[in-house]
């Protein structure tokens, strides 16, 4: 991974403004004060991610299945090892990229790293969106609940980056299978 073209919500601001020749005006100043309030919070809860991440995805992954048990029949997308482990991969690469954008607190460098051609590729492989959407949502409520235990509250912002990557799939293609 080529890091120094991974870009943080500070270094995207002064980039756009030097671009503009602009001094930062009052919301750039807002999104910067923004960015420095929520950091606790977001560290928080990449620590969490990368203290806890193979909890997370078990934890996520069982409720998916749960709710869709077909996924792992016969026929089913999770069926056969070799697909579910390349579905559990699939969770913690998900998970890996959302700490990433959580410390930038920037969900843009997901677009790159993530969300770009993914979706032609699941379509390729027979892959559906839908449930792929619903285990983002769930590795998301899993961070949540996780930081509410450790008495950081619910925090949308922690959100972000999974919001952002299940707007970026869409609910394209929302079969079980």
């Known amino acids: 991974m080529d890091l120094h073209v991974m870009r943080d919500a500070i270094t995207g601001l002064i980039g756009r403004y030097d671009q503009l020749g602009r001094y930062f005006d009052r919301d750039a100043i807002d999104r910067i004060s923004s960015y420095f309030a929520q950091s606790q919070l977001r560290l928080a809860a990449a620590e969490i991610i990368n203290r806890d991440a193979a909890d997370i995805v078990r934890e996520a992954s069982r409720r998916l299945f749960e709710g869709d048990p077909e996924l792992l029949l016969p026929g089913g997308n999770a069926y056969t090892t070799r697909r579910l482990s390349a579905c559990l991969r699939d969770m913690d690469y998900f998970l890996r990229y959302a700490s990433y954008a959580l410390v930038a607190g920037d969900p843009s460098i997901l677009n790159e790293r993530v969300l770009n051609g993914l979706d032609d590729t699941y379509k390729s492989l027979g892959v559906p969106t839908g449930p792929t959407v619903r285990s983002i949502n769930l590795l998301g409520d899993v961070v949540s609940e996780r930081l509410e235990e450790a ?20 609910a394209t293609n929302l079969r079980a299978r």
């Open 151 to 170: 008495g950081l509250g619910p925090a949308e912002v922690v959100r972000m980056p999974f919001n952002h990557m299940v707007r970026g799939l869409g």
